[in-house]
């Protein structure tokens, strides 16, 4: 068994494969342990032996300081850029794709076949709900968020185009114009929810668009742990109808950077 191990800015993902075969997974966030503790701990519990794991491949913004040859296991530190782009490919199923890697913030790499090119980034992510969350709402706790904004009314707290104009354009109607721009006294809890949550979907959405048009291709692969999020779903099916591009949110999607680290293992 190869493990890939994906230590990123608040969270740490591990996952065992055979092959191509996923044999177990393994999620933390903002984790105090170093990452042979981790490892060591995952092995007991799952009931495997350090002679069971041919290799460990570990990648992330954690990685080159992290402890992990205290573990005694083989190892390689293999680079982020790849790791995304190989991982989020074979979930999907896809050879070319735009992949929006959202996690703390989000990075933007193309993926052509075993050519991986990165895009850009924004410092728009699951930080930035963590942080709107946790000022404004006092909850800092993305499942949370996304609870309480299922009772919201978007139309509370954001602009539309329908606000703006009587319609007969090009645009939708309820397509948003200014995100929170109509947030005030009357917006309650669960508006600010769904308006802070909409806003970082949207941004991230419409930057993989930009990208994907840019690149001349026709799907977005949207990993990691804020995309699993049921808002995100409905979000991106939404930008699938509006401008005829695949958004594609894999299952495991979390675990996408891991898989493609382990992948990469020689």
């Given at each position: 068994?190869?493990?890939?191990?994906?230590?990123?800015?608040?969270?740490?993902?591990?996952?065992?494969?055979?092959?191509?075969?996923?044999?177990?997974?393994?999620?933390?966030?903002?984790?105090?342990?170093?990452?042979?503790?981790?490892?060591?701990?995952?092995?007991?519990?799952?009931?495997?032996?350090?002679?069971?794991?041919?290799?460990?491949?570990?990648?992330?913004?954690?990685?080159?300081?992290?402890?992990?040859?205290?573990?005694?296991?083989?190892?390689?530190?293999?680079?982020?850029?790849?790791?995304?782009?190989?991982?989020?490919?074979?979930?999907?199923?896809?050879?070319?794709?735009v992949v929006a890697s959202f996690g703390?913030?989000?990075?933007?790499?193309?993926?052509?076949?075993?050519?991986?090119?990165?895009?850009?980034?924004?410092?728009?992510?699951?930080?930035?709900?963590?942080?709107?969350?946790?000022?404004?709402?006092?909850?800092?706790?993305?499942?949370?968020?996304?609870?309480?904004?299922?009772?919201?009314?978007?139309?509370?707290?954001?602009?539309?185009?329908?606000?703006?104009?009587?319609?007969?354009?090009?645009?939708?109607?309820?397509?948003?114009?200014?995100?929170?721009?109509?947030?005030?006294?009357?917006?309650?809890?669960?508006?600010?929810?769904?308006?802070?949550?909409?806003?970082?979907?949207?941004?991230?959405?419409?930057?993989?668009?930009?990208?994907?048009?840019?690149?001349?291709?026709?799907?977005?692969?949207?990993?990691?742990?804020?995309?699993?999020?049921?808002?995100?779903?409905?979000?991106?099916?939404?930008?699938?109808?509006?401008?005829?591009?695949?958004?594609?949110?894999?299952?495991?999607?979390?675990?996408?950077?891991?898989?493609?680290?382990?992948?990469?293992?020689?």
């Amino acid at each position: 068994m190869i493990l890939g191990m994906d230590l990123g800015g608040s969270a740490v993902k591990v996952v065992g494969m055979e092959g191509e075969k996923l044999c177990l997974t393994h999620y933390e966030h903002n984790s105090p342990r170093t990452a042979s503790r981790i490892l060591r701990e995952l092995l007991e519990r799952e009931g495997l032996k350090s002679g069971d794991v041919a290799g460990v491949a570990v990648t992330g913004l954690g990685a080159e300081r992290c402890d992990i040859e205290k573990t005694g296991l083989p190892f390689a530190r293999v680079p982020e850029l790849p790791s995304i782009g190989r991982g989020a490919a074979f979930l999907a199923g896809v050879d070319r794709a735009v992949v929006a890697s959202f996690g703390t913030g989000t990075a933007f790499i193309r993926a052509d076949g075993d050519s991986f090119t990165h895009l850009g980034g924004t410092g728009v992510g699951g930080g930035t709900l963590v942080g709107l969350g946790g000022r404004i709402l006092g909850c800092r706790d993305p499942e949370e968020i996304d609870r309480m904004a299922r009772t919201g009314d978007l139309g509370r707290v954001d602009l539309t185009i329908g606000d703006l104009c009587s319609g007969g354009g090009s645009l939708p109607a309820d397509m948003t114009a200014s995100n929170l721009a109509k947030a005030g006294a009357e917006s309650t809890a669960a508006d600010w929810a769904a308006g802070i949550l909409n806003l970082v979907l949207q941004v991230v959405g419409s930057m993989a668009v930009f990208c994907a048009k840019g690149c001349g291709l026709d799907t977005v692969v949207v990993t990691g742990t804020p995309a699993a999020l049921p808002a995100a779903r409905a979000a991106y099916e939404k930008f699938q109808e509006m401008y005829g591009l695949r958004f594609l949110v894999p299952d495991r999607g979390r675990f996408a950077t891991a898989m493609g680290a382990a992948l990469q293992w020689k």
